[in-house]
């Protein structure tokens, strides 16, 4: 990062840390997580291991990965620091389903503590990897920026694997053609 940057990063006050994750950050992972939860359930239960290429996760994995990672960054904000202990699928999370229920269970709560927060806590500069050094408030938009990047790669799996694509920021073209066989007059 710049200097100019991070100057900029550690004069953020309390109050200005409470108004981003008010107005910004907490209204935008509210409006992106029906989204995401909306691919992944996309996925047919008979795809799950569907992957473009072998170097790439599998749907389920990359499902699995965009809803830990979230959770992960939200959890850094909440306790201050990052907990990079790997969090492994269980065994008995197969399906899109399983994991958008996992996902909904912890986001709800993760929401729920973030909109408790001081501005004092949302202002602690908090390491990534050695990677940033960032105020804690700020990893709510990276959750975000990372959850939509994967998602997209999700829905982009969705077409070959067979299934329709959900609309994300505007109908999709299998959203508009069930709205429009929904409209046609019955014959």
């Known amino acids: 990062m710049e200097p100019a940057h991070n100057e900029r990063m550690s004069t953020l006050t309390a109050e200005q840390a409470k108004l981003i994750l008010g107005a910004v950050g907490l209204p935008s992972l509210q409006a992106e997580h029906p989204v995401t939860r909306g ?5 047919p239960p008979d795809k799950i291991d569907y992957r473009p ?8 994995d990359l499902a699995w990965h965009i809803v830990t990672a979230e959770n992960r960054f939200l959890e850094s904000v909440i306790n201050g ?10 065994d008995t999370i197969r399906t899109s389903d399983g994991v958008n229920r996992w996902y909904s269970e912890r986001f709800e709560k993760n929401v729920a503590r973030l909109a408790q927060l001081p501005g004092e806590q949302l202002t602690k500069i908090i ?10 408030v700020v990893y709510v938009q990276i959750a975000l920026n990372h959850s939509i990047h994967h998602r997209g790669q999700l829905s982009m799996y969705l077409r070959p694997m067979g299934a329709k694509v959900p609309s994300i920021y505007g109908e999709s073209y299998d959203a508009r053609i069930a709205r429009e066989a929904a409209q046609a007059p019955q014959v």
Request: net charge neutral; glycine share 4%.
């Open 39 to 43: 691919v992944i359930a996309a996925i």
């Open 53 to 60: 290429d072998d170097i790439v996760k599998s749907a389920i």
């Open 81 to 90: 620091a990052f907990d990079l202990t790997p969090v492994p699928r269980p």
């Open 127 to 136: 390491n990534f990897r050695g990677i940033f050094q960032l105020p804690a």
